[in-house]
């Protein structure tokens, strides 16, 4: 099996996909990729430009390759392209667990992704992902923003705090990171209940679990809620002003799933009235938020730049994933974290 490296990664790790003992062929050019901006960047440096010959031999490694670790350039429509050009491509090993939403701005055809498989990253950034959770419910249980307010002011008052025992969680998506989510949040002590879109869950850590039909019935017993949930038709505005004035005022809001999940502008209207308490935020409806969005400015929320995912052991993982699905290829087995071409995860 012809494998090329399409994205950046580090030395080590391909040198980990030669010497894994499966009949790999490595395509693998360092000079025809970007330098990566950070660990587990794929896109690489914006100024990266490869000259006319490395053009030519950078479209000559795709075509040869059966195999691809990485979307070029981490792009839709590279991808596009190149489903469209190349007739020896069979398999895509996509970088990112949502790279569903690539494929679909990509316009794949059905037939394309029945003839080449894409597979996504889904379950290489569920830990941190899911520790980034735990922080957000850590910091508004335990008033961090008061904490840094009155540490600035040089203030030393004395007042308690909240804890996360015996407080129900309501986790809205329960694929990878919505399960590593219920098993730290049960290491604190805390009840957790989930929604998913088929009512049913194998998680020993999830108390009760119900479909999303049924999401206005479980929303008034959530001291927090975490969105971990796609961006499909059906999930698109889910979280909106009657879904937050649902959940017992107070609550604690994080979304680590994508943000045209969540009205934000009732979201903001919550966070100011007292609804909730605080919102952590890895992503939001425009990324990143405009100027003079309050999102930037409320002392209640955390506002991350969709980088909670981001972790130094990122690449490492993916190809942990990749070894795994190149060893299901070999043997013609159903390959994990397959794209659904109808809801595009």
């Given at each position: 099996m012809r494998v090329a490296i399409a994205v950046p990664i580090e030395a080590e790790l391909v040198e980990r996909i030669r010497s894994s003992g499966l009949e790999l062929e490595v395509l693998w050019e360092p000079d025809l990729l970007p330098r990566a901006r950070y660990p587990g960047n794929h896109q690489g440096a914006d100024e990266f430009k490869r000259s006319p010959d490395q053009e030519r031999r950078w479209q000559e490694m795709l075509h040869g390759a059966e195999i691809l670790l990485g979307m070029p350039g981490d792009d839709a429509r590279q991808l596009a392209a190149l489903t469209q050009t190349s007739e020896r491509l069979?398999?895509?090993?996509?970088m990112a667990a949502g790279a569903g939403q690539q494929v679909r701005a990509a316009g794949l055809e059905p037939d394309v992704l029945e003839r080449v498989a894409i597979?996504?990253?889904?379950?290489?950034?569920?830990?941190?992902l899911a520790e980034f959770c735990l922080m957000g419910l850590l910091a508004f249980t335990k008033n961090l923003p008061r904490m840094l307010e009155d540490q600035r002011a040089r203030r030393w008052p004395e007042?308690?705090?909240?804890?996360?025992?015996?407080?129900?969680?309501?986790?809205?998506g329960l694929g990878k990171i919505g399960e590593e989510v219920a098993r730290l949040a049960r290491a604190f002590g805390m009840r957790v209940i989930a929604v998913n879109r088929r009512g049913a869950t194998d998680s020993d850590d999830v108390e009760t679990v119900v479909s999303v039909d049924r999401l206005s019935e479980v929303l008034p017993e959530a001291d927090a809620v975490v969105i971990s949930l796609p961006l499909t038709e059906e999930t698109r505005g889910l979280v909106d002003e009657q879904a937050l004035r649902s959940m017992k005022r107070g609550a604690i809001l994080v979304n680590v799933g994508r943000g045209a999940v969540l009205d934000e502008r009732a979201l903001i209207e919550c966070l100011g009235?007292?609804?909730?308490?605080g919102a952590a935020l890895d992503v939001t409806t425009r990324e990143p938020p405009l100027p003079d969005s309050p999102l930037w400015e409320l002392p209640?929320?955390?506002?991350?730049?969709?980088?909670?995912?981001?972790?130094?052991?990122?690449?490492?993982?993916?190809?942990?994933?990749?070894?795994e699905n190149c060893r299901r290829f070999e043997a013609g087995e159903e390959l994990l974290n397959r794209i659904d071409p109808q809801h595009y995860y």
């Open positions: 069979r398999w895509v090993q996509a597979t996504t990253a889904s379950g290489v950034h569920a830990v941190p007042y308690p705090s909240g804890e996360l025992r015996d407080q129900t969680l309501l986790i809205l009235d007292g609804q909730l308490t209640n929320v955390l506002l991350s730049p969709h980088t909670a995912a981001l972790s130094f052991r990122e690449n490492e993982r993916i190809v942990d994933l990749f070894l």
